[in-house]
């Protein structure tokens, strides 16, 4: 199973950036689609946005025009890049591929 280690989140202002990274162990990270979840408190975890080996990609429709998700597999990496952050996406995000999770990063957007 592969394993996943979240990194990148933090406090931030609304309106302002962040970006996650989600490392993956193993050497066929290429072949798996990615996937970025988040779940605040209360509420179910939700999809984000899902990359898949080709690098074709989905997005909440939330989350549409503001987020990026993007992988690099010389890197073993997928990101997810955060723009005009809003309070409602206070969540802790987790990252998902080959039926294996993250620990999780915690985003909270607040002035």
């Known amino acids: 199973q592969v394993q996943l280690v979240e990194s990148g989140g933090g406090l931030v202002q609304p309106g302002g950036s962040l970006r996650l990274s989600c490392a993956a162990s193993?050497?066929?990270?290429?072949?798996?689609?990615m996937g970025w979840y988040r779940q605040a408190p209360g509420k179910q975890r939700e999809l984000v946005a899902h990359?898949?080996?080709?690098?074709?990609?989905i997005y909440a429709n939330s989350v549409k025009g503001r987020f990026t998700i993007s992988r690099d597999n010389a890197k073993n990496t997928v990101y997810l890049q955060m723009n005009s952050l809003k309070p409602e996406d206070t969540a802790v995000y987790y990252c998902?591929?080959?039926?294996?999770w993250g620990q999780g990063t915690q985003v909270t957007v607040s002035s």
């Open positions: 193993g050497s066929i990270f290429s072949i798996y689609a």
């Open positions: 990359i898949d080996s080709d690098g074709d990609k």
């Open positions: 998902n591929a080959a039926g294996g």
